[in-house]
Protein backbone atom coordinates (compact mmCIF):
# COMPACT_ATOMS: atom_id res chain seq x y z
CA UNK A 1 0.00 0.00 0.00
CA UNK A 2 0.99 3.57 -0.87
CA UNK A 3 -0.44 6.24 1.02
CA UNK A 4 -0.43 9.69 -1.21
CA UNK A 5 -0.17 13.52 0.39
CA UNK A 6 0.10 16.56 -1.93
CA UNK A 7 1.11 20.06 -0.72
CA UNK A 8 1.54 23.27 -2.56
CA UNK A 9 -1.65 24.67 -4.24
CA UNK A 10 -3.15 28.04 -3.09
CA UNK A 11 -4.38 30.89 -4.88
CA UNK A 12 -2.01 32.50 -8.06
CA UNK A 13 -2.58 35.14 -10.40
CA UNK A 14 -2.85 34.17 -14.33
CA UNK A 15 0.55 33.82 -15.46
CA UNK A 16 1.99 32.72 -12.38
CA UNK A 17 4.09 29.64 -11.12
CA UNK A 18 3.31 27.36 -8.57
CA UNK A 19 5.04 23.68 -7.84
CA UNK A 20 3.09 20.98 -5.81
CA UNK A 21 4.41 18.03 -3.73
CA UNK A 22 3.28 14.69 -3.89
CA UNK A 23 4.99 12.72 -0.53
CA UNK A 24 4.34 8.96 -0.77
CA UNK A 25 4.40 7.01 2.52
CA UNK A 26 4.19 3.15 3.02
CA UNK A 27 5.62 1.12 -0.21
CA UNK A 28 8.43 2.80 -1.63
CA UNK A 29 7.06 5.12 -4.42
CA UNK A 30 10.03 4.18 -7.12
CA UNK A 31 7.92 0.92 -7.68
CA UNK A 32 5.39 2.54 -9.79
CA UNK A 33 4.93 5.15 -12.31
CA UNK A 34 3.06 8.22 -11.25
CA UNK A 35 0.90 10.97 -12.94
CA UNK A 36 -1.02 14.10 -12.10
CA UNK A 37 -4.44 14.81 -12.86
CA UNK A 38 -7.41 17.92 -11.98
CA UNK A 39 -10.60 18.09 -11.51
CA UNK A 40 -12.02 21.65 -12.68
CA UNK A 41 -15.58 22.73 -11.46
CA UNK A 42 -17.86 20.73 -12.78
CA UNK A 43 -15.91 18.53 -15.15
CA UNK A 44 -14.72 15.32 -14.57
CA UNK A 45 -11.30 14.37 -13.35
CA UNK A 46 -8.83 14.86 -16.55
CA UNK A 47 -5.05 13.72 -17.04
CA UNK A 48 -2.45 15.55 -17.22
CA UNK A 49 1.55 14.47 -16.93
CA UNK A 50 2.91 11.11 -15.78
CA UNK A 51 6.22 9.85 -15.66
CA UNK A 52 8.12 6.41 -15.09
CA UNK A 53 9.24 5.04 -12.32
CA UNK A 54 12.88 5.55 -13.42
CA UNK A 55 11.79 9.15 -14.61
CA UNK A 56 12.84 8.51 -18.32
CA UNK A 57 9.50 8.27 -19.96
CA UNK A 58 6.84 11.37 -19.53
CA UNK A 59 3.58 11.68 -20.92
CA UNK A 60 1.88 14.96 -21.26
CA UNK A 61 -1.71 16.17 -22.03
CA UNK A 62 -1.42 18.76 -24.60
CA UNK A 63 -2.98 21.48 -22.74
CA UNK A 64 0.02 21.41 -20.57
CA UNK A 65 2.34 20.98 -23.07
CA UNK A 66 5.39 23.70 -22.34
CA UNK A 67 4.06 25.14 -19.14
CA UNK A 68 3.97 21.80 -16.87
CA UNK A 69 6.59 19.15 -16.10
CA UNK A 70 6.53 16.47 -13.83
CA UNK A 71 9.50 15.12 -11.92
CA UNK A 72 10.55 12.88 -9.37
CA UNK A 73 12.86 12.13 -6.34
CA UNK A 74 12.42 8.66 -5.90
CA UNK A 75 15.02 9.01 -2.78
CA UNK A 76 12.86 11.76 -1.44
CA UNK A 77 9.42 9.21 -2.48
CA UNK A 78 8.11 12.35 -3.83
CA UNK A 79 6.53 13.44 -6.81
CA UNK A 80 6.67 16.95 -8.14
CA UNK A 81 4.30 19.11 -10.73
CA UNK A 82 6.19 22.47 -11.67
CA UNK A 83 3.40 24.31 -13.23
CA UNK A 84 4.14 27.77 -15.21
CA UNK A 85 1.98 29.86 -17.16
CA UNK A 86 -1.14 29.19 -15.08
CA UNK A 87 -4.41 30.26 -16.86
CA UNK A 88 -7.75 30.52 -14.95
CA UNK A 89 -8.39 27.77 -16.57
CA UNK A 90 -6.47 25.57 -14.75
CA UNK A 91 -8.23 26.00 -11.62
CA UNK A 92 -9.32 23.02 -9.97
CA UNK A 93 -8.08 20.20 -7.49
CA UNK A 94 -4.57 18.51 -8.05
CA UNK A 95 -4.39 14.85 -7.68
CA UNK A 96 -1.41 12.44 -7.99
CA UNK A 97 -1.84 9.12 -8.33
CA UNK A 98 0.43 5.96 -8.53
CA UNK A 99 0.71 2.43 -9.02
CA UNK A 100 0.96 1.36 -13.06
CA UNK A 101 4.38 0.12 -13.73
CA UNK A 102 4.59 2.29 -17.08
CA UNK A 103 3.85 6.11 -17.37
CA UNK A 104 0.11 5.77 -18.38
CA UNK A 105 -3.04 7.88 -19.07
CA UNK A 106 -5.49 5.70 -17.94
CA UNK A 107 -6.70 6.65 -14.63
CA UNK A 108 -7.96 2.99 -14.17
CA UNK A 109 -4.54 2.18 -13.57
CA UNK A 110 -4.03 3.93 -10.91
CA UNK A 111 -4.19 1.99 -7.31
CA UNK A 112 -3.50 4.75 -5.22
CA UNK A 113 -4.57 8.47 -4.79
CA UNK A 114 -3.82 11.65 -2.92
CA UNK A 115 -6.65 13.71 -1.37
CA UNK A 116 -6.15 16.34 -4.12
CA UNK A 117 -4.78 20.11 -3.59
CA UNK A 118 -6.86 23.06 -4.81
CA UNK A 119 -5.18 25.65 -6.79
CA UNK A 120 -6.75 28.57 -7.73
CA UNK A 121 -5.95 30.98 -10.56
CA UNK A 122 -7.54 34.12 -10.49
CA UNK A 123 -7.69 37.15 -13.77
Known amino acids: QVQLVESGGGLVQAGGSLRLSCAAS????????AGWFRQAPGKEREFLLA????????KYADSVKGRFTISRDNAKNTVYLQMNSLKPEDTGVYFC????????????????WGQGTQVTVSS
Open 97 to 112: AAGPQTATISQGLYNY
Open 26 to 33: GRTLSFYA
Open 51 to 58: ISRSGDNI
